[in-house]
């Protein structure tokens, strides 16, 4: 009987044994599928990189970094796709951009990235650039260093026309001159510039021909200007433009612009012409006015209406709505009409 029930008493230690660890065994279970924290989470659902729909660049390279936010750090530096040239704008497709980023190992999956339904990325490598009064005012400076030509009043007729130059957005210093050839008979200049520090520049050279011309000053915008707009002093400048057959058109007096309206759409830059502009209609057509008459001793005054648009000090037709008599009259106020002593008795019968 001892052995059995030394049989049976082990039998029973070791089955209370295994439910005892079967216990811990459920009890653990739940604890660890109720963690919280970071930790888990990140092994739950990791963070996608995100694409950047734009990028603006001052390098000639993009850069995993500038494509992801947030990339890891061996890779953000990494090239990925060259940029466009100086001042230049392009557009990198997402597949490829996909496709680059598995083949670098920043990620496995192309779902492993955010590249929130985008088609393409919009790349712009920043530039400054180069205005065709830059170019002419360096020539201009190596003409008077060079030649002693004094070209203040003569401007550059650039064959083909002013070229486009874009030059690192970092360097501030002017273009200067490296080369220049003159011919005083015939006025032809030939020029090679540069802006000291440009890598852009020295690896294209800049090369201009042309020919100085006779220059006279014009008005132009410096800014657009709409339709109905009064132009003020700050928004005309005085510059010299080459002298051609129109010239005659051009407003060259500051003073035949400022306070006049622009009878249309005005571009900066954009020499004005006399028709472009004009004194300011304080009658319009049609409009209601008062009919002033004024002698030594006597006003007389009455209602009108404008059958011309004038501005101050303009002669316009004006008329009575009853008797249908017209007058001639100055503009002389926000609808205001004057009319001269010698007009006394066809004011009487206008009534």
Do not use: C, H, W
């Not at 060259?82 to 230049?88: I, S, T, V």
């Not at 008077?144 to 360097?171: K, T, W, Y």
């Not at 400048?237 to 057959?245: F, G, H, L, M, N």
């Not at 503009?331 to 009534?351: E, F, K, L, M």
Request: proline share 5%; charged share 25%.
């Amino acid at each position: 009987m001892i052995r059995p029930l030394i049989a049976f008493s082990a039998l029973l230690l070791s089955g209370m044994a295994a439910a005892q660890t079967a216990r811990v065994e459920r009890v653990s279970v739940p604890v660890a599928a109720l963690q919280t924290g970071p930790a888990a989470v990140s092994s739950i659902a990791p963070r996608r990189l995100q694409l950047r729909p734009e990028l603006t660049l001052t390098r000639d390279f993009v850069t995993y970094g500038d494509l992801f936010p947030g990339a890891p750090a061996d890779l953000s530096q990494a090239p990925a796709f060259r940029a466009p040239a100086l001042g230049e704008t392009g557009t990198i497709q997402v597949a490829r951009i996909v496709e680059a980023a598995r083949a670098a190992g920043l990620v496995r999956e192309a779902g492993d990235l955010d590249t929130q339904g985008l088609a393409q990325v919009v790349v712009t490598r920043a530039a400054r650039r180069l205005m065709a009064s830059d170019l002419d005012a360096a020539i201009k400076t190596g003409l008077q260093e060079r030649f002693g030509v004094d070209a203040r009043a003569l401007a550059l007729s650039v064959d083909g026309g002013a070229p486009i130059v874009a030059v690192e957005p970092e360097l501030t210093g002017d273009a200067v001159v490296t080369e220049l050839s003159y011919d005083a008979r015939s006025r032809r200049v030939q020029a090679r510039l540069m802006v000291p520090g440009s890598t852009a520049m020295r690896l294209k050279p800049l090369r201009i021909s042309g020919q100085l011309v006779d220059t006279v000053e014009v008005v132009v915008p410096k800014r657009a200007i709409a339709r109905g707009e009064t132009l003020g002093k700050a928004d005309v400048t005085v510059e010299r433009r080459p002298r051609d057959a129109q010239t005659g058109e051009f407003v060259g007096d500051l003073r035949s612009a400022i306070d006049k309206v622009a009878r249309r759409a005005l571009f900066a830059g954009m020499p004005l012409r006399s028709g472009d502009v004009q004194r300011e209609e304080i009658v319009a057509k049609g409009d209601l006015v008062t009919i002033v008459y004024e002698a030594p001793g006597l006003m007389i005054t009455m209602r009108g209406r404008a059958s011309d648009a004038g501005a101050m000090g303009d002669v316009v037709s004006v008329s009575n709505p009853q008797s249908k008599r017209v007058l001639q009259g100055t503009v002389s106020g926000p609808g205001r009409v004057s009319v001269q002593a010698s007009s006394a008795g066809r004011v009487a019968s206008a009534n």
